[in-house]
């Protein structure tokens, strides 16, 4: 495994980490944002449920085979504690060069603290059917 060269100070950061690596098709950079931890689970969009860093890693380099997936998140939602956090929200994306879509993935991330940062440790990504949800989220603004 590639040492870790960064720590991640909050989720956020690694999650931007994650699709910046993921945009560059960058398998060295983006498994290294994973959890040290055996029970990591990765769920593509209408795939199996993959555990463990080697399953993941090999799911991953055959998406890279096709180039850098270019995945914008949107409307995401957080569930932090100390030690962890859930962020939900919906990718729009796009392989390489292409137009993107009106498909759009909704997708769930988990991250926990670690010794060597925010490290990922769920990634869930499923297809939903029509538009993209509008954000139903209350605002935090008062008026």
């Known amino acids: ?39 990591i689970v990765c769920i593509h969009p209408g795939a199996a449920r993959l555990v463990g860093r080697a ?17 914008h998140p949107t409307q995401r939602h957080v569930v932090m504690s100390s030690m962890s956090a859930v962020h939900n929200l919906i990718e729009e994306i796009r392989h ?8 759009h ?3 769930t991330n988990i991250y926990l603290k670690t010794p060597a940062g925010w490290r990922i440790v769920v990634h869930h990504a499923s297809v939903a059917p029509g538009a993209a949800p509008v954000d139903t989220a209350p605002s935090s603004t008062l008026h």
């Open 1 to 39: 495994m590639p040492k870790i060269n960064r720590l991640f100070a909050s989720p956020e950061a690694t999650e931007n980490a994650f699709y910046d690596a993921i945009a560059r098709a960058d398998l060295d950079a983006l498994m290294t944002l994973w959890a040290d931890e055996d029970e």
């Open 55 to 71: 399953a993941i890693r090999a799911s991953w380099e055959a998406i890279f085979e096709r180039g850098g997936v270019h995945i």
């Open 96 to 103: 390489g060069d292409q137009e993107p879509t009106q498909r």
């Open 105 to 107: 993935v909704l997708a």
